[in-house]
């Protein structure tokens, strides 16, 4: 299994920490986003959209983190990674898309502005990414986890933004319940950090 990764993406992290966390051995294979590799023809091959990760597990190409965290819980976790029950799944997939959306667009931009001098609006960033954490420390008041009574994909998604918001300018001290199930990850079996965590 290889993934095509970037070290300082969170997106890419997600599923070293997922594949660690299923004991799953994953050779990293670089992609130098500053020398243009992701929009190297060898790179668009594997993903069109032109971006990491891209994870090929024997032939099987799949790109998107969302998409790779997907395949990875249906093809080696136990199912509590991902229920299949409806009600269950649908929850699962609610905190997938605020890791799609105000955490991606919030907080994930906002680092990417501090730390990479991307273009985008830092206070419009930061706004958005605090409502993001605003849900978060809303529900995880009364919950230990996002979607279940235990650790789901939602989670893994959620986490890396989240847990590198400060690097964007936006402090956690106002999220007690959000730091304490940051903690609960990094308490994890077979947990792996990444560099800014």
């Known amino acids: 299994m290889k993934l095509y990764d970037m070290e300082l993406s969170g997106n890419a992290y997600k599923i070293r920490l997922f594949c660690s966390l299923l004991g799953l051995h994953c050779e990293s294979v670089p992609v130098d986003l500053t020398k243009q590799e992701h929009k190297h023809a060898d790179f668009l091959a594997l993903n069109p959209r032109g971006q990491v990760p891209v994870l090929d597990d024997g032939g099987t190409i799949v790109w998107d983190s969302m998409a790779i965290l997907v395949y990875l819980a249906r093809k080696y976790a136990d199912h509590r990674w991902l229920p299949t029950e409806a009600e269950a799944m649908a929850r699962v997939m609610q905190w997938l898309a605020l890791s799609e959306n105000e955490i991606l667009y919030g907080l994930a931009r906002a680092r990417a502005v ?84």
């Open 114 to 197: 501090k730390r990479f001098k991307r273009p985008w609006d830092l206070a419009q960033c930061q706004e958005l990414g605090r409502s993001a954490l605003s849900v978060m420390e809303n529900h995880l008041q009364h919950e230990q986890w996002l979607a279940a009574d235990w650790p789901t994909i939602a989670d893994i998604a959620c986490y890396p933004y989240v847990a590198l918001a400060p690097e964007g300018g936006i402090a956690l001290d106002d999220y007690p319940h959000v730091r304490q199930w940051l903690a609960r990850i990094r308490s994890l079996p077979g947990y792996v950090g990444m560099p800014g965590l």
